[in-house]
């Protein structure tokens, strides 16, 4: 759970999404990230290997949190949020905190449920979508090996935003959902240049439930468990395009298709300009070779 490096920050590791360590999505944590530049911070999200770590620094009013993959820094993300909200909590107990973020401020609230264990809501900034150019969508499909007949009609593709830029491409089944194939390489260069953080690939299974899978090549990985930056962005993606009643609570099922099951809880407020609030779990994890 728990590492120390010499002349270093006290690292913690906890997964999001999931009460159990076998699922969800692992994140660094360090809750006390005062001093370090961003070469530190680039070099601990390196060493600890997971797809992000998150930073905290507290202050007066708030924590200044910054997010580095292994590979770079990101705007924001959503499950070590959630994650470094339960470590958080464990040891200063729950409430309501302020992150600020390079995206905007993003409140974060944590409370016990009956069970005992933490849940963390985040509430992302404002989120907003814009339209997927034609000639990105024909480089995706032809990356991800889809062709326009895979696409759900009543879920047009689009990308959304909610903290971090998000292509939204919904498959008509869940067969072409687990069917994922592409070429790393050429889906990092496209992503690198479009500043997109993950592609958000759906599922509508019914009306409040959907399954989602996220490459991530910009992190380093070829695909996230749980994308909770994702999550405010679908919801945002929904609200704006009238595809649910709002205010609604929908479910995103993550992960089943890499062994590493999560479950995000994503709420969609009625009001255009309130952020969406994504719910979770977050366990800690051993630390490797422990």
Do not use: K
Request: one cysteine or more; glycine letters at 10%.
């Amino acid at each position: 759970m728990t590492t120390t490096p010499t002349g270093g920050p006290e690292v913690l590791r906890y997964t999001a999404f999931s009460a159990d360590p076998a699922g969800g999505n692992p994140a660094g944590v360090v809750l006390d990230a005062t001093g370090l530049d961003e070469e530190r911070m680039l070099a601990i999200a390196a060493d600890v290997g997971y797809s992000e770590t998150a930073f905290l620094v507290p202050g007066a009013d708030g924590l200044d949190v910054r997010y580095f993959s292994p590979l770079a820094e990101v705007s924001f993300c959503g499950h070590a949020t959630i994650a470094s909200a339960v470590a958080h909590a464990e040891r200063h107990g729950g409430g309501d905190l302020t992150y600020r973020t390079a995206a905007g401020p993003v409140r974060v609230s944590t409370r016990r449920a009956p069970d005992g264990s933490w849940r963390a809501t985040l509430t992302s900034v404002v989120p907003r979508t814009i339209e997927l150019s034609a000639d990105d969508l024909r480089t995706l499909l032809d990356v991800l090996g889809w062709s326009p007949d895979d696409l759900d009609p009543d879920l047009p593709p689009r990308t959304a935003y909610a903290g971090a830029w998000h292509p939204v491409l919904a498959a008509r089944t869940r067969e072409r959902l687990a069917a994922l194939d592409y070429d790393v390489a050429v889906l990092g260069r496209l992503m690198a240049e479009r500043g997109w953080t993950t592609v958000d690939l759906v599922h509508r299974q019914d009306a409040r439930t959907f399954h989602a899978r996220n490459p991530f090549p910009p992190g380093g990985v070829v695909e996230d468990p749980a994308t909770g930056a994702a999550a405010a962005a679908l919801g945002g993606y929904l609200r704006e395009g009238g595809h649910v009643d709002v205010p609604a609570t929908v479910t995103v099922l993550q992960g089943q298709d890499m062994g590493r099951p999560s479950v995000l809880e994503v709420t969609i407020p009625a009001d255009p300009a309130a952020g969406i609030a994504v719910t979770g779990t977050a366990v800690a994890l051993p630390v490797p070779g422990s």
